[in-house]
T-cell receptor, first 115, second 112 residues
């Protein structure tokens, strides 16, 4: 397996533009997490899904943020409209649950810069 | 709400020193505690702990969990410059759909 795959690796956009981050979890993992990491706030949990269903989105900072998981192999995190304070590294992670009590595997992250 | 607190925030040591990193937690329904190392990119997995008192060891790194006192420690012996990184602790909540909450991390700098 290629691991958790995120795209793009880097994104630079202007304030007000829509940004879509993508994640492909490890095959067979049924929990997926989106995190945001900044120097000031560390690794913050934004939202997570079990079996494609959002379980807890209390970490999503504002209505400008939304996430979907239309199937077991794909998730998106969208920011519309983007603002400079959204600049951060966004990580996606997947985990095996049930009999698969695995650790969380992280993608390489998307470094977002909003100017 | 689940909570993970790591200490110290940062430390500087010299090669050959031993470091001990602390992680205390609050979680409504504990499943596991995980340690990760983060250098410039994504966090990489070190240990998963589920039972109290059983030490996990990998080379110069070791970790142990105390479920009664709700904490874990990560030890690094004979530190090397390659150990310089941020070390992250996380807890997994079985009841909350396996929610994974991270602490703020400890930044370790190992000087030659």
């Amino acid at each position: 397996d290629a691991g958790v795959i995120q795209s793009p690796r880097h994104e630079v956009t202007e304030m007000g533009q829509e940004v879509t981050l993508r994640c492909k979890p490890i095959s067979g993992h049924n929990s997926l997490f989106w995190y945001r990491q900044t120097m000031m706030r560390g690794l913050e949990l934004l939202i997570y899904f079990n079996n494609n269903v959002p379980i807890d989105d209390s970490g999503m900072p504002e209505d400008r943020f939304s996430a979907k998981m239309p199937n077991a192999s794909f998730s998106t995190l969208k920011i519309q409209p983007s603002e400079p304070r959204d600049s951060a590294v966004y990580f996606c992670a997947s985990i095996g649950t049930g009999s698969l009590n695995t650790e969380a595997f992280f993608g390489q992250g998307t470094r977002l810069t909003v100017v | 709400e689940d909570k993970v607190v790591q200490s110290p925030l940062s430390l500087v040591v010299h090669e050959g020193d031993t470091v001990t990193l602390n992680c205390s937690y609050e979680v409504t329904n504990f499943r596991s505690l995980l340690w990760y190392k983060q250098e410039k990119k994504a966090p990489t997995f070190l240990f998963m702990l589920t039972s109290s008192g059983i030490e996990k060891k990998s080379g110069r790194l070791s970790s142990i969990l105390d479920k009664k006192e709700l904490f874990s420690i990560l030890n690094i012996t004979a530190t090397q410059t390659g150990d310089s990184a941020v070390y992250l602790c996380a807890v997994r909540n079985k009841a909350a759909g396996n929610k994974l909450t991270f602490g703020g991390g400890t930044r370790v700098l190992v000087k030659p």
